[in-house]
T-cell receptor, first 115, second 115 residues
């Protein structure tokens, strides 16, 4: 059971570089989301999607772009990396609609360092 | 707006002790859902329990139990006879009906169980 798969697991970037964090789920979930985890701050929502072709901003969207062309994939793009974006990034998905009370299933995370 | 507070940043206990992790939440919604997640040292996020605002019945699952009290806006988590494998960061999270699908996390409590 693959569940939610994130790649890469680790990445080091230089300031100003761009990259895409990949997220794929094989559970046919409509709802997907991206969080960042910083020490002492819990997880904060970056962007989310309630279905293919639909995305919306979360709590901390600045500096990140997303798209959702398929149900399975929800990539997160950093257009010009900044040291403040050094964090652990988690992708998650859940069954049902955006408002369902189903728990979100998380990927294993991507640890990103910006030098 | 919704908020989750986990006032205990770190807790250290000796194996076989009971330990309670506190979670206090704020929301203006009458319908909301509360969750607990576990993040072991390996880094993944593991769903533990979901509770909706209309169900104040306490729940027990093996050595884990949860006490939900709307009167004090608390959803506390108790581990009985703690074990070294319980060492992890534990997150409490909230999703209100008017928050869209946004899940708000507390800052987490680092639990260390010493042999």
């Amino acid at each position: 059971n693959a569940g939610v798969t994130q790649t890469p697991k680790f990445q080091v970037l230089k300031t100003g570089q761009s990259m895409t964090l990949q997220c794929a789920q094989d559970m046919n979930h409509e709802y997907m989301s991206w969080y960042r985890q910083d020490p002492g701050m819990g997880l904060r929502l970056i962007h989310y999607s309630v279905g293919a072709g639909i995305t919306d901003q979360g709590e901390v969207p600045n500096g990140y772009n997303v798209s959702r062309s398929t149900t399975e994939d929800f990539p997160l793009r950093l257009l010009s990396a900044a040291p403040s974006q050094t964090s652990v990034y988690f992708c998650a998905s859940k069954s049902g609609t955006a408002y369902s009370n189903q728990p979100q299933h998380f990927g294993d995370g991507t640890r990103l360092s910006i030098l | 707006a919704q908020k989750v507070t986990q006032a205990q940043t770190e807790i250290s206990v000796v194996e076989k002790e009971d330990v309670t992790l506190d979670c206090v939440y704020e929301t203006r919604d009458t319908t909301y859902y509360l969750f607990w997640y576990k993040q072991p040292p390996s880094g993944e996020l593991v769903f533990l329990i979901r509770r909706n605002s209309f169900d104040e019945q306490n729940e027990i699952s093996g050595r884990y139990s949860w006490n939900f009290q709307k009167s004090t806006s608390s959803f506390n988590f108790t581990i009985t006879a703690s074990q070294v494998v319980d060492s992890a960061v534990y997150f409490c999270a909230l999703m209100g009906e008017t928050s869209g699908s946004r899940l708000t996390f507390g800052e987490g409590t680092q639990l260390t169980v010493n042999p």
